[in-house]
């Protein structure tokens, strides 16, 4: 056993078995909190060396401060995306890590999930079968090879993703703010503008990050410059899209299907069985009573590999800190990037 304490906030079943497995190797205390970290749950984590905070853990000014006067030392977060942190406030009080790169296949797959699912209407086949109604009127679909999909953001996501829709014999093209013309031929797809991209794209796909640049950039005016009926899918962040233009886009048919992994308030309701309750958000609410829309709870991420991936990279994050004194996946808010470029032997980090 080791006395190394850490608090690990809004814990599910799956998280304590993934991370109990782990943590065979580690022996550190865990306690795991069903609540989520934000302003008022910080003080739960006092006396503990260090926090694991998810994707709807509130990590702005008014947590970080109460974690660092009460003497945590670094943040785990076990995702992948970092919008909920104000990295700005963290820097030179507490470290923060992440898990960069624990399954690009599994969100990518379940994208395709999405559209597959919206294309051919399985949610509703599923359903009328299900009550003995075998007709398929209303069910028409539309070959996918052929058709032209947009990529918002070719990292690690976007690029699986490509491949898997090259191989439906679809064609690509793709907006990244860094565009990676090297990778681009060899994988068959080309890069664009966002205009372009709106205008020739059957289906769009969301895999940027969410930052100050990308927050609503699907809004009305975006909506407006895409193909009649196209699909949008977002397995991002619910940020990017301005869900009040999205339904609108929904009514006026622009937006023919909308596939969405993740919504803009979903911190409330996402993760959660609130199906004694009544919902109400009217957004949400409203987006379920389109057919065609198929909203899922953030699991993209939620395979067993990745699962596997996030305990392991998120311990090691954890051990490497306290025990060898550097974090593999540290986030640098001077460079922002993870690793830090800058981390050599002169220089343990940015930090
Ligand atoms: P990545 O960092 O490998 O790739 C992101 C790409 O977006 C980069 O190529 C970057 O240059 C590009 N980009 C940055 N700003 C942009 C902008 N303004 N416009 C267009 N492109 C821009 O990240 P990865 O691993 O591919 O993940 C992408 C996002 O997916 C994450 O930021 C996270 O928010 C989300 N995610 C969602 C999950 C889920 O379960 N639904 C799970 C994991 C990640």
Same mark, same amino acid.
């Given at each position: 056993m080791s006395d190394l304490r850490v608090a690990f906030f809004d814990s599910k079943p799956y998280d304590m078995k993934s991370f109990d497995s782990e943590n065979q190797s580690y022996g550190y205390a865990i306690k795991y909190f069903s609540e989520k970290l934000n302003p008022d749950t910080a003080p739960l984590a006092a006396g503990y060396d260090a926090v694991c905070a998810f994707v709807n853990d509130d990590l702005s000014a008014g947590t970080l401060e109460k974690l660092c006067a009460s003497g945590v030392k670094l943040v785990a977060l076990r995702c992948a995306g970092y919008n909920n942190i104000d990295l700005k406030v963290a820097f030179g009080k507490i470290h923060v890590a992440r898990v960069p790169d624990y399954s690009p296949y599994a969100v990518a797959e379940h994208a395709v999930a999405l559209m597959l699912s919206l294309n051919r209407k399985i949610h509703r086949a599923y359903y009328r079968v299900r009550d003995?109604? $075998?007709?398929?009127?209303?069910l028409l679909g539309f070959d996918m090879h052929g058709k032209t999909a947009g990529i918002i953001g070719t990292g690690k996501i976007g690029q699986v993703l490509i491949k898997i829709l090259k191989g439906f014999g679809m064609n690509v093209v793709a907006y990244d703010l860094h565009p990676r013309e090297d990778i681009a031929g060899e994988a068959g797809f080309s890069y664009t503008t966002m205009d372009k991209l709106y205008a020739e794209s059957d289906i769009i796909s969301l895999h940027c990050p969410l930052n100050t640049e990308t927050y609503h950039l699907i809004n009305n005016e975006a909506i407006n410059k895409m193909k009649k009926g196209a699909m949008l899918i977002n397995t991002? &962040?619910?940020?990017?899209?301005d869900t009040a233009a999205l339904v609108e886009g929904l009514k006026s048919g622009t937006i023919g299907f909308a596939g969405l992994d993740?919504?803009?308030?979903?911190?409330?309701?996402? $993760?959660?069985? =609130?199906?004694?309750?009544?919902?109400?958000d009217d957004i949400l609410a409203r987006l379920n009573t389109f057919n065609n829309v198929i909203v899922t709870s953030h699991q993209a991420f939620f395979t067993k590999e990745a699962l596997g991936n996030i305990s392991s990279t998120t311990m090691k994050n954890i051990a490497g800190f306290f025990?060898?004194?550097?974090?593999?996946n540290e986030i640098c808010y &001077?460079?922002? =990037?993870?690793?830090?470029? &800058?981390?050599?032997k002169t220089q343990s980090s940015c930090f």
């Open positions: 003995n109604n $075998f007709s398929i009127n209303g991002g &962040r619910g940020q990017l899209i993740v919504y803009e308030e979903e911190s409330e309701y996402f $993760f959660e069985d =609130k199906s004694d309750e009544i919902i109400l025990k060898d004194g550097s974090i593999p &001077r460079c922002g =990037k993870t690793p830090c470029p &800058r981390k050599d």
